[in-house]
């Protein structure tokens, strides 16, 4: 499975936070129900053998509704749990580590701050690039921002797909207009809603309404 822009529109990232009783697995089919379409499985304190049973739990939805699903960091889960693609960001797997390891019919994100980044990534394989923290975000403390102006740079700079993250929610989409994003990606704004299916949807048309020229 390749990426495309259309793809990228709503981005989720998993946080299990707030699962409240519930899997993961059912948050993720009442994101994608309500318009989410892609999402990635991030986790950072669980053994390798859970992740990979999370990851295929997470899968089986993505595969039912045909939305990309990739891991963040980690290669080795990725390919045992045969995830669409992987994301790494500056401090984890180079990009070009990342591409040789999953070979050229996976989806390859990564994070990017800055122009010389983005071109970087872009270079050594990436299929899209993560761009953040443009808000400030409670959910990745050590995050620093990024200017809407460098967003904008970023998305001049390269040819593959761009999505802005961090701090990112309803009242805020539209700052982001004219950018040149070709999404959002969003974690609390979504999964530490009440109703995840409504916050979904309504997330989904303010960031059409955004990305339309």
């Not at 981005?11 to 999402?39: N, P």
């Not at 071109?119 to 808000?135: K, P, T």
């Not at 995050?143 to 961090?166: F, H, M, R, Y």
Request: net charge neutral.
């Amino acid at each position: 499975m390749k990426v495309d822009k259309k793809s990228l529109l709503l981005y989720a990232v998993t946080d299990r936070m707030w699962l409240k009783g519930r899997s993961l697995a059912s948050q993720v089919e009442d994101a994608i129900r309500g318009g989410v379409t892609f999402v990635q499985l991030r986790e950072k304190n669980i053994d390798v053998y859970e992740y990979v049973a999370l990851a295929r739990d997470v899968k089986k939805v993505t595969d039912k509704y045909r939305i990309p699903f990739v891991i963040n960091d980690d290669v080795d889960v990725a390919l045992a749990a045969r995830a669409d693609g992987v994301h790494v960001g500056q401090s984890d797997m180079g990009v070009r580590d990342a591409r040789q390891r999953i070979g050229e019919g996976m989806i390859l994100g990564a994070s990017v701050q800055t122009v010389e980044q983005a071109l970087q990534a872009q270079e050594q394989g990436a299929d899209y690039l993560g761009v953040g923290a443009i808000f400030t975000t409670s959910t990745k403390l050590d995050a620093d921002n990024v200017s809407l102006e460098t967003l904008k740079a970023i998305c001049s700079a390269v040819t593959i797909p761009v999505v802005a993250i961090g701090g990112i929610h309803k009242d805020n989409i539209s700052m982001l207009k004219g950018t040149g994003v070709a999404g959002i990606a969003v974690v609390s704004a979504l999964f530490a809603q009440k109703d995840i299916f409504a916050a979904a949807h309504e997330l989904f048309a303010l960031t059409q309404r955004m990305v339309t020229p």
